[in-house]
């Protein structure tokens, strides 16, 4: 094919690009010529279609799930992948945790079960943390999708549930073992048969089996659904296969993204993170060097294996701090197989960041959420006007527990196990202040409070933004929270600390002032420890004081309004307005 007009650009922003999509190769991966207009606009709408195929996928799930985890906050990932396990898309809606990690693990899922040996109706599952998404508590399903007997695509879906039975999620575990359900790659349905072997042991290793059951149903579905959207349109579109519009995909993105790369000043630059850790203080090390097709972040430096579930298996730490890398470098370029492929990770063996199996992974979020704070902390130093100040950052989302396994006989509660997803106030940005109570790197939605309430005997006190607890600066950071919680009748109950940023501040940027510190304790006071079991006394409520984030510049350079703004909003107190902001 030959193009018309001598417009190589001709067919818009393909990919949805920045800047019309310049320098991208007008090459026909089918065969090596040149596609005209007219092609490269259907190849859009084509990747439009893919893009709404993933997110009713996701938003199927988010529909059906049974754990609120899923339902009320989000906490999944979706996509579709060709049949060498590459992505092409993701949905929308999701964590970038799970994404790019379960960007890895289809390859795992083909190693053990070919594509040519799939059927249509079956399901395939694990929650592997080393071929999945990194903890017990990730259901990971991959399913094929078939079109006139011929298999075309994968999708996959992954989705955080509540229960996997062990310890629970808590950084208690010495092993893997100890943490729960670890369910291989297998079949949980045979060509629409479901595996009743497998639903019996499901059944039975998990304290909420029902919502367990139930949410492994809604990824099946969501998958099925997937795999029906794409093939109407194959049909539509006349494909015999996707392969074609895949290899257009990966070219176009890798291209955009290479582009996006050889933009920034080369060299090495250098970044550290501390974070608060079980047994000790935690410290991630990295050095990034930006080359010319390529940026290569070494953590040489960064602690060592904990003996607690705080460790961090290889993908997940690869799949945040791609995240941190690509929000600054190239966030207008879809994610997939190609655009994430320039970004390599070399991780030491021994480090925090590669723990290998057995080793205890149940919060994993905790340190490994802190990344992209540390890929920004070494991007600052060569794009330092692209670069959010650090926020909260760990997600603070204590399982709660209740009832006999807590009290015994003693117990005034029935038997419950819950996760509520809260945050702190994200980082501030180079032109706008930071977000309240978001969760950023994650962006999961926070949980309504009700929808807790209403599957399980806590209430809620307290549930309001934290004055005075955002980082000053001429931009500011997001306030934090606080979050006041009981058990009804003020009975007994249990938390599983996974806190963060309590011992470590977020930092602030160019003169900046440092985010609050977090808190955990009682009303009364009280403090407790940060990460672990804990029990509620009878008569004593949970107090969370989340954590604020950083701010950028010289808070003194504020626009006067906007302080005043805050004071007046009762966000931040007259004495810090003058002690901070000279207002």
């Known amino acids: 094919h030959r193009v018309g007009g001598g417009d190589e650009h001709a067919g818009g922003a393909g990919l949805a690009l920045p800047g019309g999509w310049a320098g991208v190769s007008g090459t026909d991966p089918r065969g090596g010529c040149v596609m005209n207009a007219l092609e490269k606009i259907q190849r859009q709408i084509q990747w439009n279609r893919l893009v709404a195929v993933v997110e009713?996928?996701?938003?199927?799930?988010?529909?059906t799930a049974f754990s609120t985890t899923v339902r009320e906050a989000g906490d999944l990932s979706a996509g579709i992948f060709d049949l060498q396990g590459r992505m092409l898309a993701q949905a929308v809606t999701g964590t970038p945790g799970h994404v790019n990690s379960m960007m890895e693990s289809v390859g795992h899922f083909l190693a053990k079960f070919p594509a040519a040996s799939m059927k249509p109706g079956d399901h395939y599952i694990t929650n592997d943390p080393w071929l999945g998404t990194g903890h017990l508590h990730d259901l990971t399903v991959v399913t094929p999708a078939f079109r006139r007997g011929e298999i075309v695509g994968l999708f996959a879906n992954t989705a955080h549930v509540i229960d996997v039975g062990g310890l629970g999620m808590g950084p208690d575990g010495?092993?893997?073992?100890?943490?729960?359900?670890?369910?291989?790659?297998?079949?949980?349905?045979?060509?629409?048969?479901?595996?009743?072997?497998?639903?019996?042991f499901v059944r039975m290793g998990s304290r909420t089996p029902v919502e367990l059951e139930g949410d492994i149903y809604s990824l099946c579905a969501c998958n099925d659904a997937g795999a029906k959207r794409l093939v109407e349109m194959m049909d539509e579109?006349?494909?015999?296969?996707?392969?074609?519009?895949?290899?257009?995909?990966?070219?176009?993105?890798?291209?955009?993204t290479l582009d996006e790369i050889r933009k920034l000043p080369?060299?090495?630059?250098?970044?550290?993170?501390?974070?608060?850790?079980?047994?000790?203080?935690?410290?991630?090390?990295?050095a990034m060097t930006i080359k010319e097709d390529e940026i290569v972040v070494d953590y040489a430096g960064t602690s060592g294996l904990s003996g607690r579930g705080i460790n961090v298996p290889a993908a997940y730490c690869r799949a945040y701090a791609c995240f941190g890398i690509k929000c600054v470098v190239a966030p207008e370029i879809p994610n997939n197989w190609a655009s994430l492929a320039p970004f390599r990770m070399e991780i030491p063996e021994g480090c925090i960041l590669n723990a290998p199996r057995p080793y205890p992974v149940s919060v994993r979020h905790v340190v490994?959420?802190?990344l992209p704070d540390l890929m920004m902390g070494c991007l600052h130093q060569a794009v330092p006007d692209r670069v959010n100040?650090?926020?909260?950052?760990?997600?603070?989302?204590?399982?709660?527990?209740?009832?006999?396994?807590?009290?015994?006989?003693?117990?005034?509660?029935?038997?419950?196990?819950?996760?509520?997803?809260?945050s702190g106030g994200t980082g501030a940005?180079?032109?706008?202040?930071?977000?309240?109570?978001?969760?950023?790197?994650?962006?999961?939605?926070?949980?309504?409070?009700?929808?807790?309430?209403?599957?399980?005997?806590?209430?809620?006190?307290?549930?309001?933004i934290r004055a005075d607890s955002a980082g000053a600066g001429r931009t500011r950071g997001g306030f934090g929270k606080i979050m006041e919680i009981g058990a009804k009748g003020e009975a007994e109950f249990a938390v599983n600390a996974i806190f963060d940023r309590v011992a470590n501040a977020p930092k602030g940027r160019d003169g900046g002032g440092d985010g609050a510190s977090g808190w955990v304790g009682f009303t009364d006071g009280s403090t407790i420890r940060t990460k672990g079991y804990q029990?509620?006394?009878?008569?004593?409520?949970?107090?969370?004081?989340?954590?604020?984030?950083g701010g950028i510049g010289d808070a003194k350079a504020r626009d006067r309004a906007l302080v005043e703004r805050d004071v007046a909003d009762g966000l931040v107190s007259p004495d810090q307005a003058k002690a901070l902001y000279g207002a």
């Not at 760990?394 to 807590?406: D, E, K, S, T």
């Not at 029990?535 to 984030?549: A, D, F, W």
């Open 56 to 63: 009713e996928q996701a938003q199927i799930m988010i529909r």
């Open 174 to 200: 010495r092993s893997v073992f100890e943490e729960g359900l670890y369910i291989p790659i297998v079949k949980c349905f045979d060509q629409g048969a479901p595996n009743e072997t497998f639903f019996d």
């Open 237 to 256: 579109y006349g494909m015999e296969s996707i392969d074609p519009l895949a290899a257009y995909i990966f070219d176009a993105s890798l291209t955009a």
């Open 266 to 286: 080369k060299g090495t630059y250098r970044g550290t993170i501390k974070s608060d850790g079980y047994e000790a203080e935690v410290t991630l090390k990295a």
């Open 368 to 370: 490994g959420q802190l």
């Open 389 to 422: 100040a650090e926020g909260s950052s760990a997600l603070w989302n204590p399982p709660l527990r209740g009832g006999a396994q807590v009290s015994g006989a003693a117990a005034e509660l029935p038997d419950f196990e819950i996760i509520t997803f809260n």
């Open 429 to 464: 940005r180079p032109t706008k202040d930071g977000l309240d109570g978001t969760a950023f790197p994650s962006g999961v939605r926070t949980m309504p409070v009700e929808a807790t309430e209403n599957v399980a005997p806590v209430i809620f006190w307290q549930n309001q």
């Open 535 to 549: 029990v509620v006394p009878k008569g004593k409520r949970l107090l969370l004081k989340l954590p604020g984030g």
